[in-house]
């Protein structure tokens, strides 16, 4: 699988924008970038997806670049229930033993400052 | 929808012994993965059924352990004998399908602690 870059840690104020890059220099055509979240005591959740063009959900945005080798989270509005880590995974489209497994990195931890 | 459920929340053993983590996937996802986290290290694939039948278990780190998921419907992960190192945070997941496209829904974990 493709790798994923992330920062450690971000800070964001309550009720603020939030906006949480990955890289992934070596992604290839076919690769799906997939968000989890992943709660404090809590398993992970899924986020968003998204291939080339940009997408939005009910959860947040997915902004990816021209060239797909980075992408960027966005939270519209965070909130205190947002503190989490985030994780940016690639994910192959093609069927397979093993391409159904999500790759998990160290993620990037979120802290909401109310 | 009830979501996918884990039991125990915690379990606590000693080196030696065998321990049993039992999960309920969603209500007709065929799919269903276990993962680990250990150590403070990241989450790591162990296995995926589909249905009865195991589908790619790459993940499973020895033969101390023994996933199985008769009748496709919940699926059990024993340690026998566990290990220190076993120690962490083990999820399930599960999935409708298993393409790409497909979320998966994760539990919220069984802590092993082995003494």
Known sequence: DAKTTQPNSMESNEEEPVHLPCNHSTISGTDYIH????????????????LTSNVNNRMASLAIAEDRKSS??????????????????LRAAYSGAGSYQLTFGKGTKLSVIP | EAGVTQFPSHSVIEKGQTVTLRCDPISGHDNLYWYRRVMGKE?????????????????MPNNRFLAERTGG???????????????????????????????????????????
């Open chain 2, 43 to 59: 989450i790591k694939f162990l296995l995926h059924f589909v249905k009865e039948s195991k589908q790619d278990e790459s993940g």
């Open chain 1, 72 to 89: 960027t989270l966005i939270l519209h509005r965070a909130t205190l229930r947002d503190a989490a880590v985030y994780y940016c995974i």
């Open chain 1, 35 to 50: 968000w989890y979240r992943q709660l404090p005591s809590q398993g992970p959740e899924y986020v968003i997806h998204g």
């Open chain 2, 73 to 115: 419907t919940y699926s059990t992960l024993k340690v026998q004998p566990a290990e220190l190192e076993d120690s962490g945070v083990y999820f399930c997941a599960s999935s409708r399908d298993a393409g790409t496209y497909n979320e998966q829904f994760f539990g919220p974990g069984t802590r092993l602690t082995v003494l």
